[in-house]
């Protein structure tokens, strides 16, 4: 399992660079593309190391628990929050009123993933905290858009918000209020909204932000007159800028001079710095102008028909189309300048170089023509939308992709080469050249983006090929293990015991063998039963409970999966969906310990054998090499039940991300009223949800598990520890069940190690009470004693009582029974004196009574803190942990509520034969 701090780790970093990426590229139209290559590459470099590193580790890298049952993550991940509107104006983004609304973009890493169970909240700078309400929600791929209400009432001017999704929070927006905005009486607010209508029709600017000659410069026909623009139509006159005009006249670029194309650039970035400053200007007034109808709107006693008119809103519409024209024309400037540029480097560099540079770059649009496709074929593979039924069909995919990567990767190397020889020598005899502004320009920006292209597309670790065999690698890996005809033979000599499993399954205190023996029983007696299953010393409980849930509606799946052959079996198992026949024969492990009837194959095994022979094939499919060519048990410890289902069914199981009920609680396709994330963490899930979705799934016969946490109280613990959970059943920690039916109120487990009696790291409330009360009682008692010669009554009462709770706890009571059975013997020599209510030795011999007294409550003190203090598999009494021999049921039936409080998740997978 893949260590949980480390991941996190990377993973966090990854998200860090996307979001500096993701910001850099919005920030501003003259971000250096050079720079955002760079990023770009290094969140590549990240990107499949993590991926790489962990599915080693985990068949599914999106894990992110250490347990025995790989619970995989249910909440959505947030990889941006950022603030759509208002915008920023004169470093900061503002509301001159006191309500308003913040237009927010969330980013997330699924196109599928919800975030109704994140808290959204609403932060102000003075510690005001309110739930954030989403409105006109709106969602495209893994951008969700959506307005939150803000209320600056009270608050007082430059008081900031930011909205906080789950861990992530937007930046900040600040209250500044305009000093023309009234909203002290009914009248003061009818004639702002008349001000800002005039302001809107005529466009007045802000002359701080811009001066006349800026404004006639892109407008040359407005009017000025006692300081304000007098214009009927503004969003016409942004139409007739001259310089957008000329550029759009059709200039033909390469017949101009050198000096007029520099010239054209430097009006380029003139023009665009106007129309920005421009944009900043009248996004101020309009996100005043549209705000004041909200504002009016929340007035009761001002009539909207009366103040809000037709006009007003034509206005609002007008100001938002001024502002999409001039971000129009900013655009429309800038496309113009990159051709400019591009005409201007093309005079300044020698013709050779252009020509490998553009072939270099046809090269580039060539392959990924080729290649992209191809990703996005693989990738449909390696999330599972598109499968295979064969290994033939499979092995197809593999057998036209490989030869095609291959040749593209090749084909990088002499056209490089040839370009940086030919930069080479161009510098060196040319170094006046190799100055020229627009010379190093192209170094830096298009020669250095196929430079890092290329590079990345040669790093066997971040490259679109690599990525490619990356999603390919666990269908490479099924057709390697067979030799490429879709079976792993058997072989003499692969029935081997490795050490690790000699060391797993041998006995502490008896001399020990093991031997691969034939059991003379048949694969199937009486068909699967659940009953069959029963797990022994292996950590594969995963496996074992995948088995008992397809024993109740599927053991048709499980007798095809096994082909009887007399001897040996084949048994058909999958890896990345590729099916692979696994031979082995029918021989198993024996454990022999002389004298001992459990020594023979048949005590060791039950009726039939098919659930050995299904696991001693999974080993040899997933847990075998070089050492170990039959497989190893020990190397298939620790898995889920999803990853072993998708083992033993390829693509007939199919695990849904979400549930959707209607109403009634049934499970629909659409139109759901509640939905419910899959695997359901139980800490996170209404009751109510929680038995409609399970029952429904119940119902429906998908096949449900259960999983148990791996900590409890602090502790990391496993299997063979377990919790009284009512007054009937037990936990175990870091197990996996199957649940075998569920009804209204209740609901019925599996445990997959079936009916069993040994001993259990078993965790008691009452033990920790009543053994943390005893150790504190003597020595509180020794305490007193040991200073004063005497005790005081509460003292000695209170351990009267600790030792009365010990001996009534049937769980410790013998475990203490020699230390503290002579306790009133050895008190006998106190006396209560009614003067002062201390026991103090009898006055006969008083100075050796008190030694001797002091002595044995030392003793007694030091014996009891040492039974509580004795480790018991790393745990100790004092903590409430104790080895004891428990008797478990396989099955048990638990309410709802004991399910939701003490199990850690629920898992739906749907079966289709």
Known sequence: MPNNEAFHKDIIKFQKLIQVFLKNYNSDLHTNLNELNQQLLEV???????????????????????????????????????????????GARRFVLPKGAIQIQIETDTTTCSIDSLDKKVVYSDGKEE????????????????????????????????????????????????????????????????NYTRWAKTMNLDYSNLSEKDMTVICPSLSIKDGE??????????????????????????????????????????????????????????????????????????????????????????????????????????????????????KSIPEDLIKQSNALKEMVVRHNATLDPILTETNAYFDGSVTFNTFQEWKAVLDRINPICAQAQAEWDTPWNALKAAVASYETNNPEGAKNKYYTQWKRTDYKSLQNHIVSEQ?????????????????????????????????????IVSLDEKNKFKDKTIATTFDFEDTGKPVFKDGPQKTDVKQGQVGDCYLMSALISLTKDNSALLRSMIDDQGDKCVVTLHQGGV???????????????????????????????????????????????????????IKIEGGSTTQALEVLLGNKVKTPKEIYLDANGAIVQENPTETVTN????????????????????DADYEIHVSSPDKYKGYTLGDHDILP????????????????????????????????????????????????????????????????????KSKKTAMDNAIKAINENTLIASRFSRRIGNWNDWIADLVLDNNDNKWKPNGELRSRAVRRLGTRITDLKENIVEIADHKDKNNKLRDGFLNKTVRLNAEQTITYEVLKEYFDRVNLSIINP
Not at 463 to 485: N, R
Not at 754 to 780: C, P
Request: hydrophobic share 35%.
């Open 459 to 495: 790093d066997p670790t971040i490259s679109t090929i690599s990525t490619i065999k990356y999603t390919l690698q666990s269908i490479q890996d099924a057709v390697d293990k067979t030799g490429g005809d879709g079976t792993m033979e058997f072989a003499e000599g692969e029935n």
């Open 579 to 633: 099916p692979i026949k696994v031979e082995v024969d029918k021989k198993l492990i024996i454990k022999k310990m002389p004298g001992y009837v459990d020594s023979t194959p048949a005590a060791q095994y039950g009726d039939d054998i098919w659930v050995a022979i299904i696991e001693k094939a999974y080993a040899k499919l997933l847990g075998s090499d070089k050492t170990d060519p039959g497989g190893n048990l």
């Open 44 to 90: 590549r470099k990240i990107t499949i190391p993590i991926i790489k590193s962990y599915q080693a580790k985990s068949t599914d890298i999106s894990l992110a628990t250490n347990d025995d049952t790989d619970k995989e993550p249910t909440t959505c991940n947030i990889t941006s929050v950022r603030i759509l509107e208002p915008l920023e104006y004169k």
């Open 229 to 346: 623009v007098v214009v009927v139509d503004f969003e016409k006159e942004l139409h007739k800028i001259p310089f957008v005009q000329k550029i759009q006249g059709g200039l033909n670029l390469q017949t101009l001079p050198f000096g007029d194309l520099e010239n054209l650039v430097d009006e380029c970035s003139s023009i665009a710095y106007i129309l920005r400053r421009a944009l900043a200007s009248i996004s101020y007034y309009n996100d005043i102008l549209n705000g004041l109808g909200a504002l009016v709107e929340d007035t009761e006693t001002v009539q909207l028909s009366n103040t809000l008119n037709q006009a007003y809103k034509k206005q609002c519409t007008d100001s938002q189309n001024v502002l999409t024209t001039i971000n129009n024309q900013i655009n429309a400037i800038a496309n113009f300048k990159v051709l400019v540029m591009a005409e201007l480097i093309a």
């Open 679 to 698: 695997p359901i963490v139980l800490s996170n899930i209404k009751l109510d949800v929680l038995k409609k979705v399970v029952k429904a799934a119940n």
């Open 131 to 194: 739930n954030a309400q989403l409105n006109n929600v709106s969602r495209q791929g893994k951008i969700i858009k959506a307005s939150i209400p803000v209320d600056f009432t009270g608050l007082a001017a430059k008081t900031t918000a930011s909205v906080k999704i789950g861990t992530y929070s937007s930046e900040r927006v600040m209250y500044i209020p305009s000093s023309n905005v009234d909203v002290s009486s009914d009248k003061a607010i009818k004639d702002t909204v008349e």
């Open 725 to 792: 959970i009512d007054a009937h059943h037990y936990m175990s920690f870091n197990h996996a069940y199957s649940l075998v039916d569920a009804t209204n109120n209740t609901v019925t487990i599996r445990n997959p190690h079936g009916d069993s009696e040994r001993e259990q790291g078993l965790f008691s409330e009452s033990v920790k009470i009543d053994v943390t009360n005893l150790v504190t009682a003597i020595e509180a008692l020794e305490k007193d004693y040991t200073t004063n010669a005497s005790v005081d």
